[in-house]
């Protein structure tokens, strides 16, 4: 996805610049720093969240609302075409939070609207067994507006974000180029169990090439 012809203008000449600058950045601890430098200024543009929100809410082409993404509350903003950084805005109403899982990218995040919870884990298992995986709670974070995070790809950035706030929330994520693995992983802590979970659209095709080899037989 290329800049979209209803993306704000304010959107549209970040995306252009970030896409230029990361593409000269080669190093993951580099890309991390510089988007943490830069997504404190879109994060207190509420202008460019305004115009967002009442595009979703009148129904138009852009953000996308229809195209389903790894978590119900997730909406695709930009997606550099080579592609080595998207950006997503997460709407969690009061107190909402995603369930532990880790990325399969780096990650910058932070508030655009109310103060976003950031619990932390420790993966403290090996990863040999099966389905098992042992979490301690590492640390909590609340984001204040303009503040940010940063996660790290697979057993490094396990964590579950949300919203500390009794108003709707909005968190920003910037991610990096994706590893080759077409799920996240979901962390069950109480019970020591970890899932795969798959986005919607993945989840249909897995089901439809199981269907298929069953026709096939
Ligand atoms: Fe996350």
């Not at 109310?114 to 099966?130: A, H, L, P």
Request: aromatic content about 8%; hydrophobic content about 40%; charged content about 25%.
């Amino acid at each position: 996805m290329s800049v979209h012809p209803k993306m704000p203008d304010e959107l549209v000449c970040i995306c252009k610049r970030w896409s230029q600058i990361l593409a000269k950045l080669k190093e993951q601890k580099e890309r991390i720093e510089y988007i943490q430098n830069e997504l404190p200024a879109l994060l207190h543009n509420s202008g460019v969240f305004v115009e967002l929100l009442s595009n979703i809410v009148k129904g138009g082409r852009y953000p996308d609302i229809r195209q389903p993404q790894m978590f119900d509350d997730e909406i695709l903003l930009y997606l550099n075409t080579q592609p080595i950084f998207s950006i997503r805005m997460f709407i969690y109403e009061p107190l909402a939070y995603t369930p532990i899982h880790d990325h399969n990218s780096w990650g910058v995040i932070g508030s655009a609207l109310g103060k976003i919870g950031v619990v932390k884990y420790v993966r403290v298992d090996d990863g040999s067994v099966e389905d098992y995986a042992r979490l301690h709670q590492a640390e909590r974070v609340t984001l204040a507006l303009g503040e940010t995070d940063v996660a790290l790809p697979l057993d490094q950035g396990i964590h579950q974000t949300g919203n500390a706030d009794g108003h709707a929330g909005i968190m920003v994520s910037v991610y990096g180029r994706l590893i080759r693995r077409v799920y996240i992983q979901q962390f069950d802590m109480e019970n020591n169990k970890v899932y795969r979970r798959y986005s919607p659209r993945v989840k249909k095709k897995l089901l439809a090439a199981e269907a298929l080899s069953v026709f096939k037989e």
